[in-house]
Every structure is written in C-alpha cells, then in structure tokens.
C-alpha cells in the first residue's frame, strides 16, 4: 500500500508570484485535504475534495484553490503570493465510506515566500 | 477563537514513566476525535482515535480517554519510550456525511528522557 506522497518537498517563491503543490493520495483512497502549518502552530484546514468537487472549505481566501484528479491525486494553487503564506502545507487522505474518517498526511511541502 | 486547545506546549517525562498529554475543546459538534504524533520534517503520523459513544480507546502503549461533560480528553502513554519524543496534535471532527474537516489543537512537545 503506497502512502500519502507530496511534491516538491520545498520551495522558494517571491511575493506575488504563483505556487502549485502536488498530492497523490493514499491508494484506495478517494478523499484529499489541504493543510497549513504555521510555525509553531496546529495545521488550519483550507479545503477538502471528495469525488473531484470541493466538499468543503476553512477560512481561505479564494486566492487558494484546488483541483483533484480522477486518479484523486490533487493540487493545491495559491495565487498572489503574500509573506504570510509562508508555512508548511500538508496534504491527507482518507476513505470517505461512513460518518468518520481517518486522515493520513503526507510528508508535506514548505514553502518560503520572499 | 481556538474550539480546540492543547494548553501544555511542552512536556518533559522520563523514560518508563507514563506521559499524559491533554486537550480540551469548545464546540459541542465535535463528536470523533484523533492524537497525531509530527516528528521534524515529517508529516502528523495517526496514533489513535475515539468516537464521542465511547470514554476511552486502548491501543498497545496509547489510551485515550475522553469526557464529553468537560469537553476534555487526554492521551496516556504507558510506559513512556525516548522514541516517543515529538510534537503531538489533538483534532477534532464534526460529523456532516461525507469528508470532515480536521480541527487541530497547538500541539504539546513530549520529551522523554532515557
């Protein structure tokens, strides 16, 4: 069984600029949701996709979107580029079959606005 | 507004001693709940989850427990291992069919020394 595998492992943008993040969800798994990782702080939830439609979304500002694949890998877009946007973004999986959900994070991807 | 507190952010046990590690939540929704352990650039690894019909869950070293009254629940580790040291996270779920969106706590570090 493949884990939860996220690219690239870092990355260094300037304000303003755009970011793509990349995520291939467990195997079997049909569920994917994005994470952001201040220092310091618990991961803040931005979105989930189930099925390829977004199924939910935190308090995120629409320049952050994403997509998922038939394959239910997913992308994670921020456009603008703010400093603040600097963190790590974390990717999980989960098997949408009942009323609870395990999630699995992938290693996740940081990213360093300049 | 945090619905999901961890209000020790370190704490220190030594090795074979039991290390408790606590969380406390506002939002009476919250009815699955989940203990994650993060080492350094790795992603959050699931440790044990309870469902809000049960007050405790045992697996191996790991309990949980939870009192739904106080809106509290604590992860036991007995006995404590140096392997053990890392950043552990409560969140938090709220049932509304498919997908859930993860509510994390701060996270605790537990060190534990040999």
């Known amino acids: 069984e493949t884990g939860v595998t996220q690219s690239p492992t870092h990355l260094i943008k300037t304000r303003g600029q755009q970011v793509t993040l990349r995520c291939s969800s467990q195997?079997?798994?049909?569920?994917v949701s994005w994470y952001q990782q201040a220092l310091g702080q618990g991961p803040q939830f931005i979105f989930q996709?189930?099925?390829?439609?977004?199924?939910g979304r935190g308090n995120f500002p629409p320049r952050f979107s994403g997509l998922q694949f038939p394959n239910y890998s997913s992308e994670l877009n921020v456009n603008a580029l703010e400093l603040d946007d600097s963190a790590l973004y974390l990717c999980?999986?989960?098997?949408?079959?009942?009323?609870?959900?395990?999630?699995?994070f992938g290693p996740g991807t940081r990213l360093l606005v300049l | 507004d945090q619905q999901v507190k961890q209000n020790s952010p370190s704490l220190s046990v030594q090795e074979g001693r039991i290390s408790i590690l606590n969380c406390d939540y506002t939002?009476?929704?919250?009815?699955?709940f989940l203990w994650y352990k993060k080492y350094p650039a790795e992603g959050p690894t699931f440790l044990i989850s309870?469902?809000?019909?049960?007050d405790k869950n045992e697996d191996g070293r790991f309990t949980v427990f939870l009192n739904k009254s106080a809106k509290h629940l604590s992860l036991h580790i007995v006995p404590s291992q140096p392997g053990d040291s890392a950043v552990y996270f409560c969140?938090?779920?709220?049932?509304?069919?498919?997908?859930?969106?993860?509510?994390f706590g701060g996270g605790t570090r537990l060190m534990v020394k040999p």
């Open positions: 996709y189930y099925r390829e439609e977004e199924n």
């Open positions: 969140a938090a779920s709220a049932t509304r069919g498919a997908g859930n969106m993860l509510t």
């Open positions: 999980a999986s989960s098997l949408t079959v009942g009323v609870r959900e395990t999630q699995y």
């Open positions: 309870i469902s809000s019909i049960k």
């Open positions: 195997s079997g798994h049909n569920t």
């Open positions: 939002n009476s929704m919250f009815d699955y």
